[in-house]
Structure formats: C-alpha cells, structure tokens
C-alpha cells in the first residue's frame, strides 16, 4: 500500500481533534466496509488506508511519533501499518457497533483475542547516568490477571457458564436487509460465557490494577526524548491475545557545569591574563577525572580547544563525541601595587610599539 498523508487520507487537517478524526473514520468506513461493498477491491484497499490512518491518529502516542518523524518513525516502534481484517474488526469492533448498528463478521466463534494497550513511563536520570549508563528499578502501573481467580472472573469455588443467548458462540446473527449481520453477543459482550458469581476480588473483570517491578538498563549515551522500547511489558492483552509494549522516554537532569551538544560535552574554563599571553599547561575536568590542556601562547578570550573521547558514547555505533573547552580570560579586579607597575610597564611598552608602528606607516 502506498504511504499516504494519513490526514489527508482521513480528510482532516494536523490540529483534528479526537471526536473529529473519529467521525471522519466513521463516514468513510461506512462507505467504503467490506460487508457494503462486496467483491469490490477498490473499496477494501480504501477501508484498509482509513483503518490505518484510524489507528495512528487515534492514539495520541503513534500519532505524535507520526508528526515528528512520519512513517518511517512508525516503523521503527514495530508498527506494520494495516494488521488484517481480523485484528482491526475486533480493535474497532465497538466503533462499528455504535455507528452502523452492526458489527463486523468475526471469524470462528466467539470475540478473537486482542492485543494489549501499550504504555508510556517517564523516567528522570542524571546527567553521569546518561553519560555511562546504569540498572535502576522502576515500577509500572498495569492491570495484571487477578490471582484470587486466577484470571477467570468467577469467584473461586464457582465457574462461569455458556451463554444462554449466543449458546456459547460469543456472537448473534441476524438480517438487515440484504445483509445478514453477525454482532458481538449483547449479553456476554463476546466472552461466550456468563459469570453468576463474579471474583470477590476483580469483581468479574478477570484482573487487578498492580504495580509490577522491572529493572531497566539505561544505556549509556541516552539524552532527553530517547525512547526506550520493552516488548511484552504493556497491557496484558485480551482472549489471550499478546500484552502490549513499554515505552520509557527519557529526561536527562542538567549538569551543575557541564554541558551537552550531541554526543559532545561542552566545558568553560577561565584562565589568568598571563596565561592567555605566554600559554602554559592546565587541568581540566571530564567524565573521567582530569586531563591536561595546554594553553598556546597569545590564546584569545572564547579560543575552543578539543578533547577527543572524553564526550557521550554513541548510541548508534562505536566510540565517543569530545569534550568542547572554551577558555574565558579573566581581567583581573584587585592588583597589588607591585602587579599595577608591572601591567603599568606592560602598558607602556605595548604603547610604544603602536606608535612606532604608526609613524612607520606615515614614512616618518
């Protein structure tokens, strides 16, 4: 399938808000469902683009991934772009409910699995955990299988039973015209299944809000915005259907004075008059302690000097940036007497070296 402006494809304009993506989506699945339009290989491959675009604009985590980097950003959080009919039916099995007074043809019984929701975790590290890299612990929010029943929603000791009005099949057929309508069961929501006495502790939803502990490696090099993906972390999924993903985006704290450019480390230093005008060796700190910087003669104020490999590792390949140096020359405010006659000689020096120069100019 050709890669599309999903907004242009859903008829909608980048500031959409939530309520109007889903009523574009709404209008051309209508028209363009495959159980509308039978045999008609135009109209599926326009429902198969507008379910697509349905499901990036409409979770506001793709959809941002969409606008910065485009499907290309998309491709690399895994996503494949349309999933089948089977897997978008049963994610927007409720859309089509609730707007065409049907559902969609559900394939082998009862309502098919589904996979999880992923989740998002902001995670604060410090400017040397970004730089080195580091193990920490963290503890996500997730709604897990509820162990007093196991998973089953019924209260240990009973069980559910089959569905005296889809017979356990999870779905009821019915004619709308030409059509013949297969929907999701309205009084099992699907399940084929009827909980009498529902868990004491999830109270029949099958699972409980938890806190689940994970150990996370950040790997050296990481900056603000960096995304981290852990596969199988997310929801748990539905029917049986595969847990979603765990995205950790990443906020480096500002260093007390260190800066960053990229993978480089960025560092001012001041340095003495004298220094600046004859150069000498000084110390200057990095990630790993101190290096030695020798300072040229006649160095300028704001001069840049280069320390290579002392920057962040590169998270996209071999090595390190380098640590960027400025030197600020310091003009020094309290003078003994003795340092006034020796800039005073110095002065007086540098001002017969202009003249000189001047009246050398003028032929004199």
């Not at 907004?7 to 993506?21: M, P, Q, S, T, V």
């Not at 859309?95 to 394939?107: P, S, Y």
């Not at 800066?259 to 110390?283: M, V």
């Amino acid at each position: 399938m050709a890669e599309r402006d999903y907004y242009k494809i859903l008829g909608l304009g980048r500031d959409a808000g939530e309520e109007e993506i889903k009523r574009s989506y709404r209008r051309l699945a209508m028209e363009y469902h495959p159980d509308r339009n039978p045999g008609d290989k135009e109209a599926e491959e326009k429902f198969k683009e507008a379910s697509e675009a349905y499901e990036v604009l409409r979770d506001p985590q793709k959809r941002e991934i969409y606008d910065h980097y485009g499907h290309e950003g998309l491709r690399g959080t895994g996503f494949t772009g349309f999933r089948g009919f089977e897997d978008i039916f049963s994610t927007f099995g409720d859309i089509f409910e609730d707007f065409f007074g049907f559902g969609t043809t559900r394939r082998g019984g009862r309502a098919m699995a589904r996979a999880g929701a992923d989740l998002r975790y902001d995670v604060i590290v410090s400017f040397l955990d970004a730089a080195f890299g580091r193990e920490i612990d963290i503890e996500i929010p997730k709604s897990m299988r509820c162990d007093h029943c196991g998973g089953s929603g019924a209260e240990p000791g009973t069980s559910p039973s089959s569905c005296p009005t889809c017979r356990g099949h999870g779905q009821v057929s019915r004619s709308q015209g030409f059509f013949s309508i297969t929907t999701t069961c309205p009084h099992c929501q699907g399940e084929g299944e009827v909980i009498h006495t529902p868990c004491s502790q999830c109270r029949g939803r099958k699972k409980v809000r938890k806190k689940k502990s994970i150990a996370l490696k950040i790997p050296p090099g990481v900056e603000t915005g960096s995304r981290l993906r852990l596969r199988g972390e997310g929801e748990e999924g539905e029917r049986g259907g595969p847990p979603g993903d765990l995205y950790i985006i990443i906020h480096v704290e500002p260093h007390e004075f260190f800066g960053r450019d990229g993978d480089d480390i960025t560092y001012q230093i001041p340095i003495s008059f004298s220094q600046a005008a004859i150069g000498g060796e000084i110390e200057v700190p990095t990630l790993n302690g101190t290096r030695k910087l020798t300072i040229p003669r006649g160095t300028q104020g704001g001069q840049i000097f280069r320390l290579k490999g002392e920057g962040f590792h590169h998270m996209r390949g071999f090595g390190r940036g380098d640590e960027i140096v400025q030197v600020i020359v310091k003009t020094p405010t309290k003078l003994t007497k003795r340092q006034e006659e020796l800039l005073g000689e110095f002065a007086a020096i540098e001002e017969g070296k202009g003249k000189k120069g001047f009246f050398r100019k003028r032929g004199r």
